[in-house]
């Protein structure tokens, strides 16, 4: 319901600081600027969220330590009403009312169940941003039309659903957020209409301001109680005695001045969702409700042109829970039945419980995809590398899928990294190393080896516990260590392709001077 301030009128009030008379003359009068044009926010303040997300029955008290006093920073609607007050110390609150419940303030929980709720609402607009440890901003431009109109949203999505979960809020809609955020501070609900923003601010105190504590005490002092008040005092002076920060936010709550947001998340390049008047619970409903916004999604994606390399899931939970489920391509992709086999089997992580009221399917990331593949008709080489790739996706949601690429190193265990399936692999410029084995020997063992001459290769090895004669071998490939990465100590090796009488093909190294003393090892084996 909409709240309508009536206040008798008000009689202008002298200035407070003649010295500044003849500046304020001087200068021309300030024009007030609005935010950009056709901006509309809702601001959201949960006054009572450290109190009431603890969901204790009875008066329920928070209390913090400031210096060497215990606080109370939080009081439950039965604590008020038996005459408690948030800023008295913790012994005077206990007096009054000895059976209430005592809570330490958990600071961490507080902003762990403001980010729940900004969650939450993302299915209003996909621009929320958190402000202070009780607020939210809302950009609902373009989206209030969904619901009805500003006030509809207003009163009949949101503050119902927010009640519901048993949480106190107060909402209002304005074409600034500075001004609506100064209008929940002060216990304001409504929408402002444009244009009226620094008539419907005017009257309030200076609680809607967000001011510290000590400033607002010397405004009260000087009998400055409303925002109207200290506007009409000359700005030069406002500026020179309080400093920038008592102007700033004056021209944040009179919407001439914009308040960014910061969003909780980037908002997703597309994005579809469905509401229902009853809650999905069943399997079957979810995969229904995901197979009509994966049609959604796609036509849009083919209608720009583009393809989806990432989704994203979200399911609103009737009780105010947030469930999220992300999958990933490797290749831009349209094709609705290959991202309803990646979603398969990762929606039993959703847990219905009461029931989802509200399922969206976003693309937070998509790619230019113009091929034709999908309406030609054709199998071809176009077509069979995107059945690979989405072989490779389904097998991704399993287990890591990755391939070898080529480094610019000779140095075998810096020579291969591992990359994307689906990244491109381009060999380095004049990489052609000899044959090696496909797999290395993560700690290679050492060999006992005999040699017709120290420098020559080896004629006969020991392998376990028998000594093997070599067949053949080939002449030894020197590699130097790397001087611009390796420790100055770091020795050379010798690497020998080697087969012994048993047929098994060795990949054996010498590391260090030539001679009896040299050591061999095992570095792999060869197909």
């Known amino acids: 319901m909409r709240h309508r301030c009536c206040r008798p009128p008000r009689l202008a009030m002298p200035s407070l600081f003649p010295e500044a008379a003849d500046e304020a003359v001087a200068s021309p009068p300030k024009v007030a600027r609005a935010g950009p044009p056709g901006r509309r926010f809702l601001a959201l303040v949960f006054p009572r969220l450290p109190v009431e997300r603890l969901r ?52 961490a929980g507080d902003a762990t169940a403001l980010e729940r709720l900004a969650l939450w609402a993302l299915r209003f607009t996909p621009l929320v941003g958190r402000v202070g440890a009780h607020g939210l901003v809302l950009d609902i431009t373009g989206t209030e ?39 929940v501070r002060a216990g304001w609900g409504g929408v402002v209409p444009p244009g009226r923003e620094e008539a419907t601010v005017a009257p309030l105190p200076l609680i809607a301001l967000d001011l510290e504590p000590p400033l607002v005490a010397v405004l009260h002092g000087l009998g400055l109680r409303e925002v109207g008040n200290v506007v009409a005092q000359p700005r030069p002076a406002l500026v020179r005695r309080f400093g920038a920060t008592l102007a700033q936010a004056l021209d ?7 308040r960014p947001i910061t969003p909780i998340r980037p908002p997703p390049e597309m994005a579809v969702g469905r509401d229902f008047i009853e809650p999905v619970v069943t399997r079957a409903g979810i995969e229904a409700a995901l197979a009509a916004l994966l049609e959604d999604l796609c036509r849009a994606l083919r209608e720009a042109g583009r393809g989806a390399r990432r ?120 990489w052609a190393p000899r044959p090696r084995p496909v797999r290395l020997l993560r700690q290679p063992p050492i060999l006992q080896v005999l040699a017709q001459v120290p420098d020559g290769p080896p004629f006969r090895l020991r392998l376990g516990r028998a000594w093997h004669r070599v067949l053949r071998a080939e002449e030894a490939e020197r590699i130097e260590p790397e001087w611009w990465r390796d420790r100055p100590d770091r020795l050379s090796r010798d690497y020998y392709r080697v087969e012994l009488d048993t047929g098994v093909r060795l990949w054996v190294c010498r590391a260090g001077p030539m001679g009896p003393d040299a050591r061999w090892v095992l570095h792999g084996h060869l197909p």
């Open 56 to 107: 204790c029955p009875g008066p329920v008290a928070v209390w913090a330590t400031q210096g060497p006093r215990r606080i109370v920073t939080s009081l439950s609607a039965e604590a008020e009403a038996a005459g408690l007050e948030i800023g008295q110390t913790l012994a005077d609150a206990q007096a009054i009312l000895p059976g209430m419940t005592l809570v330490p303030q958990d600071a």
């Open 311 to 430: 989704m994203l899931l979200r399911a609103y939970r009737a009780d105010g829970d947030v469930q999220d489920i992300a999958i990933g391509t490797g290749l831009a992709t349209r094709d609705p039945q290959h991202l309803a086999r990646l979603f398969q089997e990762k929606l039993e992580q959703l847990a219905p419980d009461c029931g989802f009221d509200r399922i969206t399917l976003e693309a937070p990331r998509t790619d230019p995809l113009t091929g034709t593949q999908d309406t030609l008709g054709i199998t071809g080489r176009a077509e069979r590398q995107e059945e690979l790739a989405q072989l490779l996706d389904r097998l991704a949601q399993r287990l890591p899928v990755w391939r070898l690429a080529p480094r610019a190193s000779h140095w075998p265990e810096r020579a291969m990294a591992r990359v994307s399936a689906f990244d491109t692999v381009a060999v380095p410029k004049g």
């Open 252 to 258: 944040e709550a009179l919407g001439r001045a914009t």
């Open 145 to 183: 039309h969904l619901f009805g109109g500003e006030a509809a949203l207003l009163q009949e999505a949101v503050l119902p659903r927010v009640t519901r979960m048993g949480l106190s809020v107060v909402g209002a809609v304005a074409s600034s957020a500075g001004t609506a955020l100064a209008l």
